[in-house]
Each structure stands twice: as C-alpha cells, then as structure tokens.
C-alpha cells in the first residue's frame, strides 16, 4: 500500500506571495492531519479533517488554511508568506478520527518551504 | 494547556540500551505515541500506549503509567541506525491530533 504523499516537495516563495500545498493520505485514510515543524518550536498541529469537514484547528494565524476533498485528499494553503513560514509543512492520515489506535497518524515525507 | 517534557540529547553505544523518558502534563489524555524521525525525513510511528503497562516491538518497548504522568521508550541492542530525533507525543482529545515534545536526539556511536 502507497503511503502519505505529499507535494511538491521543495519550494521556495517571496514574501507576500502565496502557497497550496498538497496531500494525498494512504487508500482508506479518511482523516487527515497537518503539522509544521521547525527549528524552534518543533511540530505544532495546523489542522485535522475528517470527512471533508475540519474537527480541530491548532494556533495559527489565519493565513493558514486548509480543506479536504471527497477523495480525502487535502490542501493547505497559506496566504501573504512571512519569513518565520519558512518550515517543514508534514501531512499525516489515519484509518479513524477518534481517540483509539485506529487514529494513529502515518506521515509523509512533507513540504519544504523557504520563504525569502 | 498541554507540555511535554523529554531530554534533547542521549549518546550510547552500539549494542546497549537506552531509555529515552516522557513527562507529561495535559488537560485531558487518550494514549502516549513515539516517533522516530532521521535527518530530513518523516516522522515514523513506533508504538502507542493508552493503558498503563509495557509495549513490546522487536527491539523497542514503551512503558507508561498514566498516575505519574509519565512514559518511555526503550531501545535495545542498538544499532548506529537507531540515531535519529525521537519524539514522545499525546492525544489529549476525542480527534487524531497529536501534540509533540521537543525531541530526544540519540547518538549511536561505534
């Protein structure tokens, strides 16, 4: 079985500029989770869908959007790009969306962002 | 809110073990996760402990006693392919969402 795909893999933006980054989780994942990770703050959750409707959201600015599709795939996007975006963006799927071993989350590889 | 606190560095030698230790302190706790994480990859999924008690995988083992807050990993016979951040990480709600400690960096050496 495939796992997390996520692309593209690298990308370099201007500030100000915009970002869609995309996940495709592993056949059958219907939950999807969406984490950054630097340096300094380590990974902090962005968001998590399931069913193509938003259960939780983490501390980020508006900016930072998300959604997921009927197929469960899911894009992130973030508008108006800062310096401090410059990060390591995971995505991560899970069989369920609860709170046992079923929501264990699989990662992908993620999406490098440098924002200039 | 919820902390995780874990050590930022561990060094061993080839063949020993190691126990790399989680306190944590959250406002709600359905399990406590570890992660394996090599230079610039992916968060990989190692074990889940939701019940007080002794995991067992291969080589590694996770321990958690949900009263004192705390868990751990246990790494044996290890291996220079065992160096790599390893993240303790709890699930505070009824959804999937993890919330990570900092990071154990182990260094295996020869």
């Known amino acids: 079985k495939a796992g997390v795909t996520q692309t593209p893999r690298y990308l370099i933006k201007t500030r100000g500029q915009q970002v869609t980054l995309s996940c495709s989780p592993i056949?059958?994942?219907?939950?999807v989770s969406w984490y950054q990770q630097t340096p300094g703050q380590g990974l902090q959750f962005l968001f998590e869908?399931?069913?193509?409707?938003?259960?939780n959201k983490g501390n980020f600015p508006g900016r930072f959007s998300g959604r997921q599709f009927s197929n469960s795939r899911s894009e992130m996007n973030v508008s108006t790009l800062e310096l401090g975006d410059s990060a390591l963006y995971l995505c991560?799927?899970?069989?369920?969306?609860?709170?046992?071993?079923?929501?264990?989350?699989?990662f992908g590889p993620g999406t490098r962002l440098t924002v200039t | 809110g919820q902390s995780l606190e874990q050590p930022s560095e561990v060094t061993a030698v080839e063949g020993a073990i190691v126990q790399i230790n989680c306190t944590y302190q959250?406002?709600?706790?359905?399990?406590l996760s570890w992660y394996q994480q090599h230079d610039g990859g992916a968060p990989t999924f190692l074990s889940y402990?939701?019940?007080?008690g002794l995991e067992e995988t291969g080589r590694f083992s996770s321990f958690l006693s949900r009263s004192d807050s705390y868990g751990y990993l246990l790494l044996q016979e290890l291996q220079m392919k065992d160096s790599a951040s390893y993240f303790c990480?709890?699930?505070?709600?009824?959804?999937?969402?993890?919330?990570f400690g900092k990071g154990t960096m182990l260094l295996v050496s020869p």
């Open positions: 991560a799927s899970s069989l369920g969306a609860g709170g046992g071993a079923l929501s264990e989350q699989y």
């Open positions: 056949s059958g994942h219907r939950s």
């Open positions: 869908y399931f069913s193509e409707t938003q259960r």
């Open positions: 959250t406002s709600g706790f359905y399990g």
């Open positions: 402990n939701a019940l007080d």
């Open positions: 990480a709890v699930r505070v709600s009824g959804y999937s969402t993890l919330t």
